[in-house]
């Protein structure tokens, strides 16, 4: 069975630094990766996937997330964060021909001080 | 319509009474999913459906919950003698196919909470 992890469950920055969460995964073939973003009352946004190809994605929003097959790692990156972005983060994870059986890791708080 | 529909937005029930949660997904979407998440982060895959009928069900409770998604009607979850753990907000999510590499999309949820 697959499993997620997000290692930091709050993290804090500075509008306008650099941002990384992070996010391990479980899983015996390759998988299919998520990051979902959730603000306050909302339901969950996709910022971007990953199925194959080129291990560096692009999302919404000036997010950027990489593959790392090695280290099993998916972890998403912004340059530069907006004080918009202050949210819940979960990475998921879901397995090929399960019709969307998404598992999740248990979320990153991102603040943003002015 | 051209989001995913939930309501009530939140649900309020004495231990032992029923709940029933609504869902109305993206007009021309085949497949729904219902998830659940506790405590605020813990997210947990519930059922899916293509169109009116069970895709996946793996991680449906045994007892007291229940999916339908009927022709021309909002899908519903209902829970039968609710208790005080399934307090949680109830996500809905659409998908034009089943695949991964279809976007999900998912409604603001249902908050429960049993007293």
């Known amino acids: 069975a697959q499993s997620v992890t997000q290692p930091d469950i709050h993290i804090t920055v500075s509008e306008g630094a650099s941002l990384e969460l992070r996010c391990n995964y479980s899983?015996?073939?390759?998988?299919?990766l998520f990051w979902y973003v959730q603000s306050p009352g909302q339901g969950l946004q996709l910022l971007l996937k990953?199925?194959?190809?080129?291990?560096l994605v692009q999302g919404i929003k000036g997010f950027e997330a990489e593959f790392k097959r090695s280290q099993s790692s998916f972890n998403l990156r912004k340059p530069s964060v907006h004080w918009s972005d202050a949210a819940e983060y979960f990475c998921?994870?879901?397995?090929?021909?399960?019709?969307?059986?998404?598992?999740f890791g248990s979320g990153t708080q991102l603040t943003v001080l002015p | 319509g051209e989001e995913v529909a939930q309501t009530p937005k939140h649900l309020v029930r004495g231990e032992g009474q029923k709940a029933k949660l609504y869902c109305a997904p993206i007009?021309?979407?085949?497949?729904v999913f219902w998830y659940q998440q506790v405590l605020k982060n813990e997210f947990k895959f519930l059922i899916s459906?293509?169109?009116?009928?069970?895709?996946?069900e793996t991680g449906m409770p045994k007892e007291r919950f229940s999916a339908k998604c009927l022709p021309n009607s909002p899908c519903s979850l209902e829970i039968q003698a609710t208790k005080l753990e399934d307090s949680a907000v109830y996500f809905c999510?659409?998908?034009?196919?089943?695949?991964?590499?279809?976007?999900?999309?998912f409604g603001q949820g249902t908050r429960l909470t049993v007293v």
């Open positions: 999510a659409s998908s034009r196919e089943g695949t991964l590499n279809t976007e999900a999309f």
């Open positions: 899983y015996g073939a390759t998988p299919y």
């Open positions: 990953y199925f194959s190809g080129d291990t």
């Open positions: 998921a994870v879901g397995a090929s021909g399960s019709a969307r059986q998404l598992t």
């Open positions: 007009k021309g979407h085949s497949y």
């Open positions: 459906f293509q169109n009116e009928n069970v895709f996946d």
